[in-house]
């Protein structure tokens, strides 16, 4: 076990050292890439900022207004509360589109039913198995151009139903 522990500590400074040696022998102006690249990333992120507001406005508009709460009630009539538990709807809305916020959610349903609850353990599974879909098609879409999107929302939407139901039956087992 020590030695993974070790590994796993020494992963980052071999793969730099990899990196930085390769570079070497390639005779590469390793400063001149970085600094290239730091430009790059840096006109990505003004190009995309407007969207990353946009999005943390609509997600804090959302909890503000009580809307998550209100959908909760909705989809707690028609969906059964043995398929979906009606209190984990608002993170299951939120994570299509912001992980953090969702994060926020899920300490919400911990400090609430307990981390060990059975919301607890199909909130944490949620979060592994869902997207932030909303976040990334517009992100990552806007940063390469795409304007078609085709199927990936459908395709999106669908995995992420998977997921919900898959945290949902490995969280009552658990």
Do not use: N
Not at 8 to 17: E, M, R, T, V, Y
Not at 66 to 82: N, R, S
Not at 115 to 131: A, H, L
Not at 144 to 154: F, I, S
Request: aromatic fraction near 10%; include cysteine.
């Amino acid at each position: 076990m020590k030695f993974l522990m070790y590994l796993s500590d020494a992963c980052i400074p071999i793969l730099l050292f990899i990196i930085l040696s390769h570079a070497f022998m390639q005779k590469t102006k390793v400063y001149g890439a970085f600094l290239e690249g730091a430009k790059d990333g840096f006109k990505t992120v003004i190009s995309i900022m407007p969207t990353l507001v946009g999005l943390m406005c609509a997600v804090g508009v959302l909890r503000a207004s009580g809307f998550l709460d209100d959908a909760a009630k909705w989809i707690g009539m028609v969906i059964p509360e043995q398929i979906f538990p009606s209190e984990l709807v608002p993170v299951a809305i939120i994570k299509m589109f912001s992980s953090s916020a969702a994060t926020g959610l899920v300490l919400d349903i911990f400090r609430e039913y307990g981390p060990d609850s059975m919301f607890g353990k199909i909130v944490s599974i949620m979060g592994s198995c869902t997207e932030t879909i909303f976040y990334t098609m517009s992100v990552y879409f806007m940063a390469v151009k795409v304007r078609k999107t085709r199927w990936t929302l459908p395709g999106a939407l669908c995995a992420t139903a998977a997921g919900l139901a898959a945290s949902v039956v490995l969280g009552k087992m658990i």
